[in-house]
């Protein structure tokens, strides 16, 4: 029976903690105190649990905080606004039998189905707000400890091949790359949008790009455009959540503008600054030689791949980016933040909802 419990214990840990635990580097330039780790193919099975993780948390979430109380908000101001016009006819006055009176709230089918769905995405787009702003918070630390520059990522490539990962860093890669595959399980499981097929090349490049350069020992590169990338998605579901409340719209249209400014900054600014460094710097500071062995992985191939799913991803923020755009003349215009992209199943009040919908 103890050898049964050994065993068994022996499987599940890789689903549970790090695996492949290494010496701390001489003298290392990052995180002196933490514990070090290799890559491993172990490392599989705890994001298979992270995954898990994000899917019992993002219900937790989703059922329990943010659709009580987006559905206690709408419902409150409806009535508020039905109250405030009853004499139109759009609440009824009923009499209980032990003759006190009580006021029954009518809604009528087209308000009813608003609301339902207004409940349901801000509750989705709660879920994204929360990652996103933790990610990105832990993101910012790793980077902090990290020998690397926002403006000049020359540093990414000094020392290579960097086997050894802090805690940290192994950690906030495998959660990153649960998150993605946990996007698209989600993606493909809920009802498609006009740019699924984007959506779904975008995930797919993404967790392609996580997955070689985390075996190919380039986790810090890695670790700056993450860290690029989650920025601006806080604040674009943060916009959507405040326009699903009904609030007033200089507080969707002015977190939409911040969404806008952050993602140009980040994604069409400091990410080409990246890829620059990937196209250049990469070749000239580190040897092309392909020996496992050492933890050398880099060849024209390898190179080659790296930046060409790079530059993909650019072209597909740019083709996002002009649909930004639009919806910003929109709010110039006096017609809010509201988007143009649709369920392919979608309620026909809802037709022009979600265009910048993007979990990325």
Known sequence: ?????????????????????????????SFPTSQYYRTDTKDLCLVISIIAVYAILRDV?????????????????LTRKQHAGKSNGNASV???????????????????RKMRHSVLRFAEQGWSVVYYTLQWGFGLYVHRNLPTKLLDPVDSWIGYPHVALAAPVKIYYLTQLAFYLHQMLILNAEARRNDHVQMMTHHVITVF????????????IGCLVMLLMDLCDIFLPLAKMLRYLNLPKIYPDFTFGTFMVTWFVTRHVLFPVAIKSVIFDLPRLVPFDWDP????????????????CLLA?????????????????????GQGATDVRSDEEGDDDNDSDDENDKEE
Request: proline share 4%.
């Open 1 to 29: 029976m103890m050898n049964f419990t050994q065993r068994l214990s022996g499987y599940l840990y890789p689903f549970i903690f790090l695996s492949s635990p290494t010496t701390t580097p001489t003298n290392p330039d």
């Open 61 to 77: 979430l989703r059922l329990g905080v943010f659709e009580p109380f987006a559905r206690w908000k709408l419902f409150r101001d």
């Open 94 to 112: 009923s009499s209980s039998g032990n003759g006190h009176s009580s006021t029954r709230i009518t809604l009528v089918k087209a308000e009813r």
């Open 209 to 220: 790009l996580m997955w070689a350069s985390y075996y190919y020992n380039l986790t810090r």
């Open 293 to 308: 062995e050492r933890g050398y992985y880099s060849t024209k191939g390898s190179h080659a791949m790296f930046y060409c």
């Open 313 to 333: 991803l650019e072209a597909i923020q740019m083709v996002w980016f002009a649909m930004i755009v639009r919806v910003a003349w929109r709010v110039v215009t």
